[in-house]
């Protein structure tokens, strides 16, 4: 089957060793390693992304887009077929692209320095700054309400009513602390009642493992395109500092190890804002600092939510792994409230010091 898709690419199944690549947990990612040339062949998970022909056309959109106006920027596109498709299917539910595989890159899964969150911040603004002037009415949402706060306290409330009471009294801890920070629910309701945020071209999963470096480290682009779609800045910044900001991950179940990197927060602030300070409006950046409240308590709501819900969407390696990760996660949010007026100064310090490069 898949010697079809790669002749169907026009590559010679012969020519290539096939290995599975990187970490992604959704989409099947293989690496082709042939003589002169290297790809990455990819399946589209159909069980989280109901419509791949929503993201091809998204991507078809952009790449166009980017080429016309900003030729020298690398675009992690899709490859054409012979026939000039860019989606392969084969058998139900089994569609495949293609992509160069940048010769020189690689990816990271921690952040581990400065220089690295800066880069990547870097590269996130830029892929949102550089297509500021793209008609977001053209793309598709790929994932429906992904980062809507508000249907995840929703859904979170209907588990609550519906778990197993032995759950939910494990839980009791979690549940109270979604209610103890219901403030930023009611933030982001009004904010996004008041439309005083302006819809972006938004990548909406900005793990560092998303970037493309360069030997140097420095960064080349952003990969891992699905999840974009019309949306916040909130989400690109936020999804950056629940991700970045803690020496662990979420999966730490020792929560005396979380903590707030200042430093690495300061190198998010500098990278992001080198691309979009003057792009952001005086309202989007009053919520910067917030927008990491809203992507952590999210995610906590999300793995607490699956752990009411037994387990449904991410998958557990262990009992408890979920109600573990929400636990972690409210440990990481709590401690960027106690640090968020120091964070306000820093984002002010970074913003004022790119300006006064620029006049």
């Known amino acids: 089957m898949l010697s079809n898709v790669l002749l169907k690419f026009g590559l010679n199944p012969s020519d290539y060793q096939v290995q599975s690549f990187g970490s992604g947990l959704i989409n099947q990612t293989l690496k082709l390693s042939g003589k002169n040339d290297e790809y990455i062949l990819q399946q589209i998970n159909v069980g989280v992304f109901k419509s791949p022909y929503s993201i091809a056309n998204n991507l078809i959109a952009l790449q166009a887009y980017l080429k016309k106006t900003y030729p020298g920027y690398l ?44 880069e990547a911040a870097k590269q996130f603004g830029k892929f949102t700054g550089l297509l500021k002037d793209f008609d977001i009415s053209r793309l598709e949402y790929t994932l429906i309400d992904f980062h809507n706060l508000k249907l995840r306290f929703e859904q979170f409330k209907a588990a609550c009513k519906n778990a197993l009471t032995e759950r939910v009294d494990r839980a009791d801890t979690e549940i109270k602390s979604v209610y103890k920070h219901l403030d930023i629910l009611q933030t982001y309701n009004e904010f996004t009642a008041s439309n005083s945020i302006p819809l972006r071209v938004i990548h909406h999963d900005t793990k560092i493992s998303n970037v493309l470096f360069d030997e140097q480290q420095k960064g080349l682009c952003v990969i891992d395109l699905d999840t974009v779609m019309p949306g916040y800045f909130l989400s690109d910044v936020g999804d950056m500092m629940r991700t970045y900001l803690s020496p662990t991950n979420e999966e730490e179940t020792d929560l005396s190890k979380i903590y707030i990197r200042e430093n690495i927060f300061s190198a998010i602030c500098g990278g992001y804002l080198s691309e979009m300070s003057n792009i952001l409006t005086e309202e989007e950046k009053h919520y910067f600092v917030f927008s990491g409240e809203l992507m952590i308590y999210m995610q906590a709501i999300r793995f607490l939510t699956d752990y009411l819900n ?15 990760r929400a636990k972690n996660q409210f440990k990481l949010l709590n401690e960027y409230v106690l ?9 002010k310090e970074a913003d004022e010091l790119i300006v006064a490069s620029d006049s």
């Open 75 to 118: 675009f992690a596109g899709m490859l054409p077929s012979t026939s000039g498709e860019f989606l392969i299917a084969s058998g139900p539910g089994k569609y495949y692209r293609l992509f160069s595989f940048v010769k020189g890159s690689k990816s990271l899964e921690f952040v581990n320095d400065e220089n690295e969150a800066f």
């Open 310 to 324: 037994n387990d449904v969407y991410y998958a557990p390696k262990y009992p408890e792994h979920n109600l573990n």
């Open 339 to 347: 640090a968020k007026e120091k964070l306000k100064r820093l984002v």
